[in-house]
């Protein structure tokens, strides 16, 4: 009875580590802090807004999900997301750029 107890609880232990969508970042933020500087100048400055190609809020990306801005780089790069700007820093950057990237960002 006891060793049941002990093998549901270590299911359901594992089950909501599964599913909570805590990950560590595959990448090395370190390595990313020496190539922000082209994400900094929009991302990294609280309420900042653009005219180009149209006028929106920039979003801050700074402890963003590391899978999230994945996806997002993923998505300009191969042309699944469309912003010019975006899609052109992003189809500069290699798949080990894009885990850095996410890995700082998760972290800060």
Known sequence: M???LIMNLLLALSMLLVFSGVTQAAGDATAAKEKTSMCEGCH???GYRTAFPNAYHVPK???QHAEYIIKALEGYKNGTRSHPTM???AKSLSQKDIEDFAAYYAKN
């Open 2 to 4: 006891k060793q049941k």
């Open 61 to 63: 990306i700074g402890g």
């Open 87 to 89: 899609t052109a820093l």
């Open 44 to 46: 990294g400055i609280d």
